[in-house]
Antibody, heavy 124, light 108 residues
Framework: DVQLVESGGGMVRPGGSLRLSCEAS????????MHWVRQAPGKGLEWVSG????????VYADSVRGRFSVSRDNARNSLYLHMNSLKTEDTAFYFC?????????????????WGQGTLVTVAS | DIQMTQSPSSLSASVGDRVTITCRAS??????LNWYQQKPGKPPKLLIY???NLQSGVPSRFSGSGSGTDFTLTITNLQPDDFGTYYC??????????FGQGTKLEIK
């Protein structure tokens, strides 16, 4: 079974940093692009960042560009989201999800499956 | 950036009904429109990709159509398990991969 398990969420003060991890299993991790999508409590889905299979291309939402950095370790079947200069509006559940393709920014992308998510709370 | 607008924002329907949710893009996205279902406390689940392709394991009562800027998710013979929030997502003009605001479906 394909499985994605996020970790690393927690409470942090504004301006602080956090690193999220997503451990993948059940598929050839290095064959697929991966993404982070977040959801503020009670709100809709917001795509955050994506990374191609070989880390050669990374893309970000305007709301996090310059503050967040996505990376992956194919040897460890793991995806990461490094979050700096956190703001209260970054409070959300963060999901990792597998792309259909190995590239980012291609039209044939869709996301399946998704992990259960990890909650990040930014508050003073 | 592309804006995705879903309607209605919420609806209530009875078992056996036919339900239609629409998604409109602010400019043409060809056929690159995906639909997800999310239940409370759970991650989203892919239902339909590239307008009309049913994801493996998804019941055939779900279907999708459209092109350009206007798309539809239809659920025929609504079942109790179909409650939840439905999101459309465009993948044509990326980044960002824009989602609609969601449509909350309640079963009467």
């Amino acid at each position: 079974d394909v499985q994605l398990v996020e970790s690393g969420g927690g409470m942090v003060r504004p301006g602080g940093s956090l690193r999220l991890s997503c451990e993948a299993s059940g598929f050839n991790f290095d064959d697929y692009a991966m993404h982070w999508v977040r959801q503020a409590p009670g709100k809709g889905l917001e795509w955050v960042s994506g990374i191609s299979w070989d880390s050669g291309n990374t893309v970000y939402a305007d709301s996090v560009r310059g503050r967040f950095s996505v990376s992956r370790d194919n040897a460890r079947n793991s995806l990461y989201l490094h979050m700096n200069s956190l703001k209260t509006e970054d409070t959300a559940f963060y999901f990792c999800t597998k792309d259909k393709t190995h590239l980012v920014a291609v039209a044939t992308s869709y996301f399946d499956p998704w992990g259960q998510g990890t909650l990040v709370t930014v508050a003073s | 950036d592309i804006q995705m607008t879903q309607s209605p924002s919420s609806l209530s329907a009875s078992v056996g009904d036919r339900v239609t949710i629409t998604c409109r893009a602010s400019q043409s996205i060809s056929s690159y429109l995906n639909w997800y279902q999310q239940k409370p406390g759970k991650p989203p689940k892919l239902l339909i990709y590239i307008t009309s392709n049913l994801q493996s394991g998804v019941p055939s009562r779900f279907s999708g159509s459209g092109s350009g800027t206007d798309f539809t998710l239809t659920i025929t013979n609504l079942q109790p398990d179909d409650f939840g929030t439905y999101y459309c997502q465009q993948s044509y003009w990326t980044p960002p991969y824009t989602f609609g605001q969601g449509t909350k479906l309640e079963i009467k």
